[in-house]
């Protein structure tokens, strides 16, 4: 007897069928894909007190995870930028070293990091070791075990503004770009030979009364993509986010697109950019409140900024999101990450294989108890890696944690050469002696799901606790295509439902996505080939059982050839 044995918390059957050589599913019953357990990257005693906050990340060509963060380890409440390097995947990280000790990191300029090839890293940051608040950097050629002396890139006098908020990115080859806020403008600094040499810096864009916060991403063809925020008006402290390119290093740029309203006070602010290296989707996210509401939003352009597409709300809007952060994948899938709850903050993502359709959003950090998630940072090379930092209520410590998305192992569902009947019964001892079998908690009962195949069709039945109501009551099969965890069903999803019919084996309709969020799913007789059948006994809400069988074409889930072993080999 095959009998291979899953437990899952709830019934909505969900089979991920995506890019099938075998009978493999991805994911089974709406599972999310399941990050890593959280990892401590700070190397300091565990009952340290002093903050370790605002951790930035970058990835190398190589997979190599680069870290950098503010650390007050020594002082408290000021302290300077410290680093380290993961070469498993983010499972362990290299001893903590300082970039610097003399310029410590300035409240609100946090340090960015960027990674150039194999081992070339370069960090930029803010100080005011005389008062006034500076913009440096620092790089390294060998993977970040020596450093070079702070630079200052701004050239701002002492006394007559501050240089803050810096990014920093590159372009795959010798160009490093810093951007950074002087208030009223955005500047931009430029090493051609991998920060080596940094001539004066560029005024990128001015404004009226102020440019905040800006994000910087450099897309295949070295093109710079710039997002900030910029305020409204004179009298206001409202923002909104605004978004410009350059394709000549960063002398000219294009006409500003801001994504606020023209009908609608929207406060936007804290942006975030990425880009598609594959194409020419650039994502921008951002942080907004409209009245009370709070959500993080995603912007899609197509054809390289251009254009854009109406942003999108990724986070629920009762739950006070903030801090977004994006990161794009060597294969072109999307990642969003935020901080929500404010009274127990923890960290939350969204993913998107096409910046479109995105999944429903979930938890990223492990739930302990007495512990608090803030300022996410996510970057991504294969896979990604997100870093935050975990304050401890009960011992009162500050550390940095990182993670990484951990892709769910496939599952086989086994051939069987017994013949099924589709009758509305889960025979677990003959027809479904070979079948996989996945257990789920049903109104406090344990019930089971049964999934095999005989090389055409795929075989699901389904022994659930009897329902509640009458009215409408069915048993439902999703089929996600292209594995993709959309939060809204494309066409290419679909659904087979079987409703609960007495005096009959139910009766069965077909459905497929609509990506309308008030009406996800639209009636078709254009899944054809398939049946299901439904039985159930016993008195609504007391005893019983509720039985959906379905015979399932292979080419309806998306694949045209499956083989797998013998159950019995």
């Given at each position: 007897m095959y009998n291979q044995r899953f437990r899952l918390g709830r019934l909505a059957i969900a089979l991920l069928l995506a890019g099938c050589a075998a009978l493999l599913v991805t994911g089974v019953v709406g599972a999310d894909p399941p990050w890593g357990p959280g990892v401590r990257v700070t190397d300091d005693a565990l009952d340290a007190p002093q903050p370790q906050d605002y951790p930035a990340t970058a990835v190398a060509s190589t997979g190599v995870v680069y870290a950098v963060w503010f650390d007050g380890r020594e002082y408290y409440e000021v302290g300077p930028v410290f680093f380290s390097r993961s070469a498993d995947g983010g499972q362990t990280w290299s001893a903590n070293v300082p970039i610097t000790t003399g310029?410590?990191?300035?409240?609100?300029?946090?340090?960015?990091?960027?990674?150039?090839?194999?081992?070339?890293?370069?960090?930029?940051?803010?100080?005011?070791?005389?008062?006034?608040?500076?913009?440096?950097?620092?790089?390294?050629?060998?993977?970040?075990?020596?450093?070079?002396?702070?630079?200052?890139?701004?050239?701002?006098?002492?006394?007559?503004?501050?240089?803050?908020?810096?990014?920093?990115?590159?372009?795959?080859?010798?160009?490093?770009?810093?951007?950074?806020?002087?208030?009223?403008?955005?500047?931009?600094?430029?090493?051609?030979?991998?920060?080596?040499?940094?001539?004066?810096?560029?005024?990128?864009?001015?404004?009226?009364?102020?440019?905040?916060?800006?994000?910087?991403?450099?897309?295949?063809?070295?093109?710079?993509?710039?997002?900030?925020?910029?305020?409204?008006?004179?009298?206001?402290?409202?923002?909104?986010?605004?978004?410009?390119?350059?394709?000549?290093?960063?002398?000219?740029?294009?006409?500003?697109?801001?994504?606020?309203?023209?009908v609608a006070l929207l406060e936007q602010s804290l942006p975030d950019i990425a880009v598609n290296l594959f194409n020419d989707n650039v994502h921008v996210v951002w942080k907004q409140l409209v009245g009370n509401d709070h959500g993080i939003y995603h912007a899609l352009s197509g054809d390289g900024g251009a254009t854009w597409h109406t942003p999108q709300l990724l986070s629920g809007m009762d739950v006070i999101p903030t801090w977004p952060a994006v990161a794009v994948n060597t294969t072109g899938s999307v990642y969003v990450v935020w901080e929500q709850n404010p009274d127990a903050p923890e960290i939350y993502y969204a993913q998107s294989a096409d910046g479109a359709l995105w999944s429903?959003?979930?938890?990223?950090?492990?739930?302990?108890?007495?512990?608090?998630?803030?300022?996410?940072?996510?970057?991504?090379?294969?896979?990604?890696?997100?870093?935050?930092?975990?304050?401890?209520?009960?011992?009162?410590?500050?550390?940095?944690?990182?993670?990484?998305?951990v892709p769910p192992d496939p599952v086989t569902i086994p051939a069987s050469e017994v013949a099924v009947t589709l009758d509305g019964q889960c025979d677990a001892r003959t027809e479904y002696a070979d079948a996989l079998e996945v257990m789920f908690s049903d109104f406090g009962y344990t019930r089971t799901i049964y999934l095999q195949h005989d090389g055409a069709d795929l075989y699901v039945c389904m022994d659930a606790f009897h329902g509640w109501f009458d009215e409408d009551r069915a048993a439902v099969v999703y089929l996600d295509t292209d594995g993709a965890r959309e939060i809204q069903a494309e066409a290419d999803d679909f659904?087979?439902?079987?409703?609960?019919?007495?005096?009959?084996?139910?009766?069965?309709?077909?459905?497929?996505?609509?990506?309308?969020?008030?009406?996800?799913?639209?009636?078709?007789?254009?899944?054809?080939?398939?049946?299901?059948?439904?039985?159930?006994?016993?008195?609504?809400?007391?005893?019983?059982?509720?039985?959906?069988?379905?015979?399932?074409?292979?080419?309806?889930?998306?694949?045209?050839?499956?083989?797998?072993?013998?159950?019995?080999?």
């Open positions: 310029l410590w990191v300035h409240d609100g300029s946090w340090p960015a990091v960027a990674a150039l090839g194999p081992r070339d890293v370069h960090v930029v940051w803010g100080s005011s070791p005389l008062g006034y608040v500076h913009v440096y950097y620092s790089g390294s050629g060998d993977g970040g075990t020596t450093w070079s002396e702070p630079q200052k890139l701004d050239d701002v006098p002492d006394g007559q503004g501050e240089a803050i908020e810096p990014d920093v990115a590159t372009d795959g080859a010798d160009n490093i770009y810093v951007v950074w806020s002087e208030y009223t403008g955005l500047r931009l600094a430029h090493s051609a030979d991998g920060g080596v040499t940094w001539p004066a810096p560029m005024l990128a864009l001015t404004t009226t009364y102020s440019m905040r916060n800006p994000a910087l991403a450099v897309d295949a063809t070295g093109a710079l993509h710039l997002a900030w925020e910029e305020g409204v008006g004179p009298d206001t402290l409202v923002t909104k986010v605004c978004y410009a390119r350059s394709t000549d290093h960063g002398v000219t740029w294009t006409a500003r697109h801001c994504f606020d309203s023209a429903t959003p979930s938890r990223v950090n492990d739930p302990w108890r007495g512990t608090t998630h803030r300022h996410p940072a996510i970057a991504a090379g294969a896979t990604p890696h997100v870093l935050w930092s975990l304050a401890d209520a009960l011992q009162e410590t500050y550390d940095i944690y990182a993670t990484t998305l659904a087979l439902k079987v409703n609960f019919v007495e005096g009959t084996l139910g009766v069965q309709s077909s459905w497929f996505g609509s990506g309308d969020p008030t009406a996800p799913y639209s009636p078709t007789d254009a899944l054809l080939g398939w049946t299901g059948v439904a039985t159930y006994t016993g008195v609504i809400g007391q005893a019983g059982s509720d039985v959906a069988e379905y015979r399932i074409p292979l080419t309806l889930t998306g694949c045209l050839l499956y083989t797998s072993p013998s159950p019995r080999d």
